[in-house]
């Protein structure tokens, strides 16, 4: 069983871009949830899929199991996902010995930028490049499962200060 501890921030400004590794397009739809469990599938590219199962009620750090699957398996869940299936693209930065994972939403979610690190246990502190913004972590607004169940796309977009897209 994986551990996943991550970090999250909302970005302020775009100066990452030119730092970026790589990077992908994601759909990611929710096949099912629980109070402390959910089951998503993510699409990359169009070209390949996986299957994840978090376990776990804290933000910080939860239980994780990755599988890849199919494609059209993975299109057939995303078929029949609950609520919006999330559109984003997914840059990868190094910084200080660290990857950032930068998610720019597209779909209802346009123009909500955030970066995610993870790290390899929970009282770790990564280098913070200068373009990250205020922490989110805990803020369950910005768990992606709340994202696309709650759909709180007025609140996130039409809240936003600046939006680094």
Known sequence: ???EIERKFLVETDAWRSEVASSAKLLQAYVASGDDRSVRVRIFDGKTARLTIKIGRE??????????IPL????????VAIGVVLEKTRFKVDHGGYT????VYDGVYRGV????VEMEHEGAEPDRPAWLGREITGDRRYSNLVMATEDLSRELVDGLPTAAG
């Not at 930028?113 to 995610?116: I, L």
Request: net charge negative; charged share 40%.
């Open 113 to 116: 930028v955030v970066a995610e």
């Open 1 to 3: 069983m994986a551990k």
């Open 72 to 79: 059209q398996d993975a299109q057939d869940m995303a078929g």
């Open 59 to 68: 933000l910080l750090s939860r239980d994780e199991f990755e599988y890849d």
């Open 100 to 103: 950032w994972e930068i998610d």
